[in-house]
């Protein structure tokens, strides 16, 4: 057995949900295993009935009042009690504020190993060989789990296309009892926005990035208005942001936020290491720059070298088109 | 209040890495290391909670001479004293076997009040070894933190969590507890020449696997829960369509390409 411990939010799933589930289910087939979806929550029937529709096997709920809010304390006693009656081969969770806040302690609860941060997986004889990053992802690291398992893994948020999760299964769902043994030691005070305008990167699916290319803040209008007509979140480059045409928090790369989105635009951006960590990992990266030397061609999938303060006008006018047609 | 602050070294960030005849990791012979730079901001966070609060602050690392350095770097910040895990026993060891000697000697030194950590290493990277710990002592603990808040007379401590989505979480938790802390929470100090020539007399243990009753098993490469098959470059092949024609054309051809072949819009 496969078990995926899914995240959830507003009684939907969360994106990395599906991401969770694809590896799953290419795992599944690999090592001839079925997928089980874990839901934790209180009153979770919309949720299940969403993981219903996936091609999964069984989905088990564990339902309790004190489990409307995750806290690690209560997923650690109740996936411990579910993981050691069942004994799956390997729990998925997401490298998430969540998943990374508990997988830890739930490991060492079941003494089993913890493989954290997953981008890849391969079998090897019978052996399930896992593919994380380390040094800033400068470079790979393939793993072998130690003993029997089950084995923990947390997957890397964009390591898997969450839009290739396969639908059309008939799961049933099967409640888990849940016992707890009294209310959990961390409480959750407050929720706030952390600041206004904060450019949320991590989760954003297109991001549109531009650099130096750009010539001065003012400049950088012209990537403000391609990210509105794409949809995307708007980020930069160290030097963007040392010279304050952008906040810090736009910052992509080793020494900012590291990103792995389904669309990458590198606007005006030549391609430096420290960049590189922080984007290489996206599904499809376009980089636009006047120079065809520019490092940032050897990671791009597409490009165009030409004059950006040409072709990004040009590019915004196509997509807004689009919407106008649609 | 008693704080631990731990510190794992890592090779200098300007570091030329390269890998080693095995494979396994890099060659770390003739590296400088230097406290991973989570660390710096959780170190900080530990001295400002002192400043404020009152009691000690106790640095602790695992390794060779490059614990040591990282350890004395701590003093010299202003940490009050050090230990240092050092033992062969310990090469090798993974987030779990490290997790499991701290906790040994985290109980071995009475405990603390509060136990932080970075929020992840930067060779590693992983974000493991601090919530193990927590687990290990039987701590309450959380993750990814950008503001703390203590309320050593009420045995409580209030500590805001970064999350996806540019939200803030505030939670608390009843101490002792583990704190992993993020990047950017405050500007870490310099250590000053008092500071390194204090250093000096300030008392630093050396513990091995032995003094923390660590089985055989549970230390280094034997206590590691995975082994390391492999370490490797990832392959960057250059797969770059260069899309050509006037600025129209191009982009005309750029949109055709992510909608039909990429599927990305």
């Known amino acids: 057995m496969i078990y995926v411990l899914t995240e959830h939010k507003d009684n939907k799933l969360k994106p990395i949900t599906n991401e969770l589930l694809v590896f799953a289910q290419r795992a599944g087939r690999e090592f001839n295993?079925?997928?089980?979806?874990?839901?934790?929550?209180?009153?979770?029937?919309?949720?299940?009935?969403?993981?219903?529709?996936?091609?999964?096997?069984?989905?088990?709920?564990?339902?309790?009042?004190?489990?409307?809010?995750?806290?690690?304390?209560?997923?650690?006693?109740?996936?411990?009690?579910?993981?050691?009656?069942?004994?799956?081969?390997?729990?998925?969770?997401?490298?998430?504020?969540?998943?990374?806040?508990?997988?830890?302690?739930?490991?060492?609860?079941?003494?089993?190993?913890?493989?954290?941060?997953?981008?890849?997986?391969?079998?090897?004889?019978?052996?399930?060989?896992?593919?994380?990053?380390?040094?800033?992802?400068?470079?790979?690291?393939?793993?072998?789990?130690?003993?029997?398992?089950?084995?923990?893994?947390?997957?890397?948020?964009?390591?898997?296309?969450?839009?290739?999760?396969?639908?059309?299964?008939?799961?049933?769902?099967?409640?888990?009892?849940?016992?707890?043994?009294?209310?959990?030691?961390?409480?959750?005070?407050?929720?706030?926005?952390a600041q206004k305008g904060q450019a949320d990167l991590t989760t954003a699916p297109i991001i549109i990035s531009g650099g130096r290319g750009l010539k001065q803040k003012e400049n950088f209008q012209i990537i403000f208005e391609l990210a509105k007509a794409v949809g995307g979140a708007v980020g930069a480059s160290r030097p963007v942001v040392d010279a304050e045409w952008l906040p810090r928090e736009y910052q992509i790369g080793s020494?900012?936020?590291?990103?792995?989105?389904?669309?990458?635009?590198?606007?005006?951006?030549?391609?430096?290491?420290?960049?590189?960590?922080?984007?290489?990992?996206?599904?499809?990266?376009?980089?636009?720059?006047?120079?065809?030397?520019?490092?940032?061609?050897?990671?791009?999938?597409?490009?165009?070298?030409?004059?950006?303060?040409?072709?990004?006008?040009?590019?915004t006018r196509i997509f807004n088109d689009l919407k106008a047609g649609s | 209040m008693k704080i631990i602050s731990c510190i794992k070294p890592v090779p200098d960030p300007a570091s030329r890495l390269v890998i080693n005849e095995s494979k396994t990791w890099i060659k770390d012979h003739d590296l400088t290391f230097v406290a991973s730079e989570a660390d710096n901001y959780a170190l900080e966070e530990a001295l400002r909670l002192k400043e404020k609060h009152s009691g000690e602050v106790v640095v602790i690392s695992m390794g060779g001479e490059e614990a040591a350095r990282v350890l004395r770097s701590g003093l010299a910040m202003g940490a009050d004293r050090a230990?240092?895990?050092?033992?062969?026993?310990?090469?090798?060891?993974?987030?779990?076997?490290?997790?499991?000697?701290?906790?040994?000697?985290?109980?071995?030194?009475?405990?603390?009040?509060?136990?932080?950590?970075?929020?992840?290493?930067?060779?590693?990277?992983?974000?493991?070894?601090?919530?193990?710990?927590?687990?290990?002592?039987?701590?309450?603990?959380?993750?990814v933190i950008v503001g703390v808040e203590a309320n050593p007379e009420g045995k409580t401590i209030r500590a805001k969590r970064e999350l996806e989505g540019g939200i803030n979480e505030t939670v608390e938790l009843p101490l002792p507890a583990l704190l992993t802390i993020q990047f950017g929470i405050n500007q870490p100090r310099y250590a000053s020449l008092k500071g390194i020539m204090a250093a000096k007399k300030k008392e630093l243990k050396v513990w091995g696997a032995s003094d923390l009753g660590l089985a055989d098993d549970h230390v280094g490469r034997a206590g590691a829960m995975y082994e390391v098959k492999e370490v490797l470059i990832p392959e960057r092949k250059s797969r770059v369509e260069i899309l050509t024609g006037t600025p129209e054309e191009a982009v005309a051809k750029l949109v055709e390409k992510l909608r039909k072949e990429a599927k990305v819009v």
């Open chain 1, 33 to 193: 295993q079925p997928v089980t979806a874990v839901v934790l929550g209180n009153n979770v029937g919309a949720v299940a009935d969403e993981l219903k529709s996936k091609k999964i096997d069984r989905v088990v709920t564990a339902e309790h009042q004190d489990l409307a809010e995750y806290s690690p304390d209560a997923y650690v006693s109740v996936l411990s009690s579910l993981l050691n009656s069942e004994k799956p081969f390997l729990v998925i969770a997401g490298h998430t504020t969540q998943g990374y806040d508990f997988a830890p302690r739930l490991a060492v609860a079941l003494r089993k190993p913890l493989i954290a941060g997953c981008v890849d997986f391969e079998k090897i004889g019978d052996r399930l060989i896992l593919t994380r990053q380390i040094f800033n992802a400068k470079m790979n690291m393939k793993t072998a789990a130690r003993g029997d398992g089950p084995y923990l893994a947390t997957a890397s948020p964009g390591a898997f296309p969450g839009d290739d999760v396969e639908s059309g299964g008939s799961a049933q769902i099967v409640a888990h009892p849940v016992q707890l043994q009294g209310p959990p030691r961390r409480k959750v005070i407050e929720r706030a926005e």
């Open chain 1, 255 to 315: 020494s900012g936020q590291t990103v792995s989105p389904k669309l990458y635009f590198a606007i005006g951006i030549s391609g430096a290491i420290q960049h590189l960590v922080g984007m290489q990992t996206a599904r499809c990266i376009v980089a636009i720059n006047k120079d065809a030397e520019a490092p940032i061609f050897k990671v791009a999938h597409y490009g165009i070298v030409d004059d950006l303060f040409k072709v990004v006008p040009a590019l």
């Open chain 2, 83 to 143: 230990i240092h895990l050092l033992d062969v026993k310990f090469k090798g060891g993974d987030e779990f076997a490290t997790a499991e000697a701290l906790a040994k000697a985290i109980q071995k030194d009475g405990g603390a009040d509060l136990i932080l950590t970075g929020v992840q290493s930067d060779d590693l990277g992983t974000g493991m070894t601090g919530v193990m710990l927590a687990e290990f002592l039987g701590s309450a603990h959380a993750t």
